[in-house]
Antibody
Framework: QVTLKESGPALMTPTQTLTLTCTFS??????????VSWIRQSPGKTLEWLAR???????FYSTSLKTRLTISKDTSKNQVVLTMTNMDPVDTATYYC????????????WGQGTLVTVSS | QSALTQPASVSGSPGQSITISCTGT?????????VSWYQQHPGKAPKLMIY???KRPSGISNRFSGSKSANTASLTISGLQAEDEADYYC??????????FGGGTKLTVL
C-alpha cells in the first residue's frame, strides 16, 4: 500500500524559509520511473503544482516559483523535502505531496496535506 | 501558465448525468493526452478519478468517464449518487514540463 505524509511547521512569519518533509511508504525513489511532486491548495481551494523530483534526481519546478523552491530526496529515509524561501501571507495553503505516475502524468495517491499559515 | 477554466458549479439530481468542462490551451490540454481529474470531499485530499483523458484507475466506478476535444477536456458522471457531491479538479501536463490545474467545480447532488 502506497502512503505519503507531509510534515512541517503550521505557522510561519513573513520572510522565513519553509521546510516541508514528505515521508512515504510502499515504494522507493530509487526505483526507475518513480517520481514525487509537491502541490499546494490555497484557502480559496486553488490547486497549484510546485515541484517534482525523479528517481534519477531530475528536478522540475513551477515556472513562477522556481527561484524560491528547492526539492531534494533522501532515498534511505524514504523522504522528499521541499524548501520555499521568503514566505509571504499569500503562501498560506495546504501543502500536499503526491506520487507522480511512473513515466506518467497524474498524481496518485496524495498525502493528507499539511496546513501552513504565514502571518505576522 | 494560466489555470485551466472550469465552471464554478454544476448540479444534478440522483440518477442524472452531468458534465464538467475544462478548457486549456494549445500548450497543455490541446497538445497532450495527459489530462487527469480529481475528486475532493471536504477536509480530504484530492483523489484521482480519471487519467490520460479517459482512463479509470482500478476501483473507480465506470460511472465516471472522460473525453477531450481540441483544447477542452470533459468529465462526465452518469447515474449521479449522493456520494458524488464534491469538488472536481482537472489537471494537464504542459509544454513547460509543469502541470496546471483548473479552478475546481463544485458538484451539488440535488
Amino acid at each position: 500500500q502506497v502512503t505519503l505524509k507531509e510534515s512541517g511547521p503550521a505557522l510561519m512569519t513573513p520572510t522565513q524559509t519553509l521546510t516541508l518533509t514528505c515521508t512515504f511508504s510502499g515504494f522507493s525513489l530509487s526505483t526507475r520511473g518513480v517520481r514525487v511532486s509537491w502541490i499546494r491548495q490555497s484557502p480559496g481551494k486553488t490547486l497549484e503544482w510546485l515541484a517534482r523530483i525523479d528517481w534519477d534526481d531530475d528536478k522540475f519546478y513551477s515556472t513562477s516559483l522556481k527561484t524560491r523552491l528547492t526539492i531534494s530526496k533522501d532515498t534511505s529515509k524514504n523522504q522528499v523535502v521541499l524548501t520555499m524561501t521568503n514566505m509571504d501571507p499569500v503562501d498560506t495553503a495546504t501543502y500536499y505531496c503526491a506520487r507522480t505516475g511512473d513515466y506518467a502524468y497524474w498524481f496518485d495517491p496524495w498525502g493528507q496535506g499539511t496546513l501552513v499559515t504565514v502571518s505576522s | 501558465q494560466s489555470a485551466l477554466t472550469q465552471p464554478a458549479s454544476v448540479s444534478g439530481s440522483p440518477g442524472q448525468s452531468i458534465t464538467i468542462s475544462c478548457t486549456g490551451t494549445s500548450s497543455d490540454v490541446g497538445v497532450y493526452n495527459y489530462v487527469s481529474w480529481y475528486q475532493q470531499h471536504p477536509g480530504k485530499a484530492p483523489k484521482l478519478m480519471i487519467y490520460d483523458v479517459s482512463k479509470r484507475p482500478s476501483g473507480i466506478s465506470n460511472r465516471f468517464s472522460g473525453s477531450k476535444s481540441a483544447n477542452t477536456a470533459s468529465l462526465t458522471i452518469s447515474g449521479l449518487q449522493a456520494e458524488d457531491e464534491a469538488d472536481y479538479y482537472c489537471s494537464s501536463y504542459t509544454t513547460s514540463s509543469t502541470w496546471v490545474f483548473g479552478g475546481g467545480t463544485k458538484l451539488t447532488v440535488l
